[in-house]
């Protein structure tokens, strides 16, 4: 029997803030617990609240908290009243709100049997913590869920809502598919609470939970009953980036004689970041360069004015991970993306092979210099001279021509998140310029949480 007979033990609701609200009510404790997101991703929080009834009256009293699912982050303690608008028309109305953070807007939630419910996609935070400090964020859990985790800052007090990547609701719930949301505590390392299953999915249950901080990526599963599937929880980097390289433009080509180029260009991506670089401790700084590129041949005899699309040339896609040691404000980049143009007639796999390497090593030894002495690291531009501009020579070859490269910090691309932009790569080499240009999509977090 439910808790509250006028409403049932499930249900989907509207509320008036343009909110979703997936309800359930528990027996033993007498408890209400929900998921609710708005459609466009502005806001979402969970709500567990306890009942208290009075003859024909029911309230319920609790907390809510936002989780990084949405951008606002408010929490704090609500109340709620069942009233009746109609006969079997029930309705929640929202009696109190407290503390300072709490930002909830939402009046009056109406159940509804005909929504039509945010698809499940995963999305960058819409707010982060970092470390072991704060373990907000997005986590991957090895049942396949996408579990969106919030740690109030200061208090401990632990959020989530896991969602299956192919959760619908269905009536009646015969589905393996679910959504649940968790409330909890944590101290030091481990985590207590509950969780309970919402109608966003087909599964329906609730028990405790106990789970221990391996890491600041790690969170793993000490003891859990009810069903509960996940064992092992894993960080989401607050940041990515995906390449994805769009056309060249022979702009002024080199070889006249045979009537056409052979166009080439090399690319490298070096990634300053927190897998490879600390800067407490600069003398064991790497650079990671393994994402490198030989372009095949972009057509054969073709003159100035030719675009050549490359959409065919597979993206890069990586995480940035944060720097120990580095501050929101530093001019140390954690990306830099450098281009080389080659034009070569019947060259071998093994030519570009070898060329790519006399290049990529050079430049990687002194990015690494540079960082283990603590020195400022920037990616300079070689317009004119058939050499790498970091100050290491290669060997002549005629082929070769131009370096174009560009660099970002971690607070511009912080900036550029949710967005794509443009970037343009000149490859010049005395009279000879090749265009290359590429996107840059950078997913991260999506808004900021005030302490």
Not at 404 to 432: E, H, I, P, W, Y
Request: charged share 25%; with cysteine; hydrophobic share 35%.
């Amino acid at each position: 029997m439910p808790i509250d007979p006028q409403l049932p033990s499930s249900f989907l609701a509207r509320g008036d803030d343009g909110g979703i609200y997936y309800v359930a009510q528990r027996e033993r404790p007498d408890e209400i617990w929900w998921f609710a997101e708005h459609p466009d991703a502005r806001w979402a929080h969970v709500f567990r609240g306890r009942l208290t009834l009075d003859g024909t009256s029911a309230r319920w009293d609790g907390t809510f908290i936002d989780v990084p699912k949405g951008v606002a982050c408010g929490v704090g303690e609500l109340g709620w009243e069942r009233r009746m608008v109609a006969p079997r028309t029930p309705v929640l109305v929202r009696t109190s709100r407290e503390g300072p953070r709490n930002r909830f807007g939402g009046t009056q939630i109406a159940p509804a049997t005909a929504l039509t419910t945010p698809s499940v996609r995963r999305l960058a935070p819409g707010f982060a913590g970092e470390g072991m400090e704060n373990l907000t964020g997005v986590w991957i859990g090895d049942d396949g869920g996408t579990y969106y985790i919030r740690e109030v800052a200061g208090t401990g007090q632990i959020a989530w809502v896991g969602e299956h990547p192919e959760a619908r609701p269905r009536d009646p719930v015969t589905g393996s598919r679910w959504v649940n949301v968790f409330m909890g505590q944590r101290s030091d390392r481990l985590i207590r609470g509950h969780f309970s299953d919402v109608p966003k999915g087909e599964i329906d249950n609730h028990a405790p939970l106990t789970l221990f901080v391996a890491s600041d990526r790690r969170i793993v599963m000490v003891s859990s009953s009810g069903g509960f599937g996940g064992t092992r929880f894993t960080r989401v980097e607050n940041l990515s980036v995906t390449l994805r390289w769009v056309a060249l433009t022979v702009m002024d080509q080199q070889e006249w004689i045979l009537e056409g180029d052979e166009p080439y260009f090399y690319a490298m991506i070096a990634r300053m970041d927190g897998a490879t670089v600390d800067l407490t401790d600069p003398t064991r700084a790497r650079v990671v360069t393994s994402d490198s590129l030989i372009a095949p041949m972009l057509r054969s005899n073709i003159g100035a004015g030719t675009v050549v699309s490359l959409s065919s040339l597979p993206p890069i896609d990586f995480p940035i991970v944060p720097v120990r040691g580095d501050t929101p404000g530093s001019a140390h980049p954690v990306l830099g993306i450098a281009l080389r143009g080659v034009e070569k007639d019947f060259s071998t796999d093994g030519w570009r092979r070898d060329r790519l390497e006399d290049w990529v090593g050079p430049v990687r030894s002194e990015l690494e210099h540079k960082l283990r002495t603590s020195r400022p690291i920037t990616f300079a531009t070689d317009v004119s001279r058939q050499i790498v501009s970091w100050g290491d020579t290669l060997p002549h070859d005629d082929d070769i021509f131009g370096l174009a490269s560009t660099s970002f910090t971690r607070a511009q691309l912080l900036g550029l998140a949710g967005r794509t932009t443009r970037l343009t790569f000149n490859l010049r080499g005395g009279d000879v310029r090749y265009v290359v240009t590429a996107d840059l999509e950078v997913q991260g977090v999506r808004g900021t949480c005030a302490p």
